[in-house]
């Protein structure tokens, strides 16, 4: 599995910008007006990943494969979306697709580039489009609710059960919180994220800066990490410009202008890391002559699980996990030195892959 991230934000805040840098393509057109986006862009990226490359190495694989990141560039919404507002109505529907949401917010100065409400307030903008997606979640709620009143007087218990979940989710948004705050229980988890609410999605912000802040910020982004903490919500300070700078560049030139700069690695790096961690993902990896591929799962999930990341019938099947610890199989040169030196487990249902594990699956066909 990879995961789908849609992009929001206001008009002209660098949302296109930086999804024509993120998937280094020139799809989603950059344009000073609002709505120059009206259909959502979709791209995939790889998730960059140098443990990857070292387990083809050592196993000399033929072919590479890195995971993928989808993501969704949204047109820009603005106040009043939720009425249907700049197409509002249709851009919702797209961020109900996604797995997570990647707020973009404007935290650069430039009197070039308008913005909607003539003024750079990060926070307020996180609260308008906040608001927005809490509206459209209420409007959603009261259709289902509506829906579901014949099959609940009949007493119905999948009825039952969403009822009690959206009336839950329904009188937090109006108190003014998002659907997220609910404390759900283990066995409502699947019903509510059935119901498909908007703002049950976790969000990260990301501090669209100006080129010479890209390294440590500036009092905006400081603003809005501190409001993502108050949320328990991710963030990650990124300048668009510079991401789509680096995008025209080989490797080696963007890692001398990374370096000037004062930068470790891409932006495109750190959002994908703040992306993880927000989702509560993790990789492991298969590697052999063929191919060495990393795979993309939960965090906590079991070995049949993982395994059916890869096929159903895997998951079906599952009789044994080999698993060497990623660390173990670099530091002694790959999977038969590994197994030589006893460090290759074999590991059954219960079992909870870790990052980075290399696995070998055993089933029953």
Partial sequence: MGFKMGIVGLPNVGKSTLFNALTKTAAAQAANFPFCTIEPNVGEVNVPDSRLDKLAEICSSQNVIPARMTFVDIAGLVKGASQGEGLGNQFLANIRETDAIAHVLRCFEDGDVTHVEDRVNPVEDAEVIETELMLADMESIEKRLQGLVRKVRGGDKDAL?????????????????????????????????????????????VCNVGEDEAADGNTHSQAVADMAAT?????????????????QLEDEEAEMFLSELGLEE????????????????????????????????????????????????FERGFIRAETIAYDDYIELGGEGPAKEAGKMRAEGKSYVVRDGDVMHFLFNT
Avoid: N
């Fill in 231 to 247: 949320q328990g919500m991710g963030h990650v300070i990124i300048s668009a410009k510079i991401e789509e700078e680096i995008s």
């Fill in 161 to 205: 059960d969403q009822e009690r979940l959206l009336k839950l989710a329904q009188a937090a948004l109006e108190d003014g919180k998002p659907a997220r705050t609910v404390s759900i229980d283990e066995e409502d988890a699947k019903t509510w994220a059935q119901l498909q609410l908007i703002t049950t999605k976790p969000v990260l912000y």
């Fill in 266 to 313: 891409a932006g495109l790096d750190r959002l994908i890391r703040a992306g993880y961690a927000l989702l509560g993902l993790q990789t492991y990896f298969t590697a052999g002559p063929k191919e060495a591929r990393a795979w993309t799962i939960r965090e906590g999930m079991q070995a049949p699980q993982a395994a059916g990341v890869i096929h159903g019938d």
